[in-house]
């Protein structure tokens, strides 16, 4: 049976592993990413119709890598990405204990994509179907 000990140093491992393959995948997709044209006004779900899926795992394994101390880090780099739909979300979950091995970035981008969460208010704006009464704009 293994000892406290042993299940610590592997799960260390496995941050450490986490934290390298976040570090090598934004830096390898990061100008890919900043081509992205993501309206300003896109929430979150919005925004995640825009995303590829490996930036969200991406996001999963540096919140896993770094555990609390990923919100600073998420918040700047998807500041600098210029997805700022996703900032607040990233970094409210870091924070919260015991999230981290669970995926939840990526469970958001298949809820979005496969539930159609958040795209119908900026598909009507796209297409000028949007009135300026309209509930659903940002004012």
């Known amino acids: 049976m293994e000892t406290l000990g042993d299940i610590l140093?592997?799960?260390?491992?496995?941050?450490?592993?986490?934290?390298?393959?976040?570090?090598?995948?934004?830096?390898?997709?990061w100008r890919q990413i900043r081509q992205l044209r993501v309206p300003a006004t896109a929430g979150f779900f919005a925004t995640m119709h825009y995303v590829p899926l490996t930036l969200v795992i991406l996001l999963d394994l540096l919140d896993f890598g770094l555990d609390i101390f990923a919100a600073p880090i998420?918040?700047?780099?998807?500041?600098?990405?210029?997805?700022k739909g996703l900032r607040n979300k990233a970094a409210i979950e870091a924070l919260i204990p015991f999230t981290q091995p669970i995926p939840t970035f990526t469970l958001s981008w298949v809820a979005a994509r496969a539930l159609n969460l958040g795209d119908e208010p900026l598909v009507r704006v796209i297409e000028g179907e949007a009135s300026a009464t309209d509930p659903l704009l940002p004012r």
């Open 74 to 83: 998420s918040w700047i780099v998807l500041d600098r990405l210029g997805l």
């Open 9 to 29: 140093f592997w799960l260390v491992v496995a941050m450490g592993i986490a934290l390298a393959l976040a570090a090598v995948g934004l830096a390898l997709s």
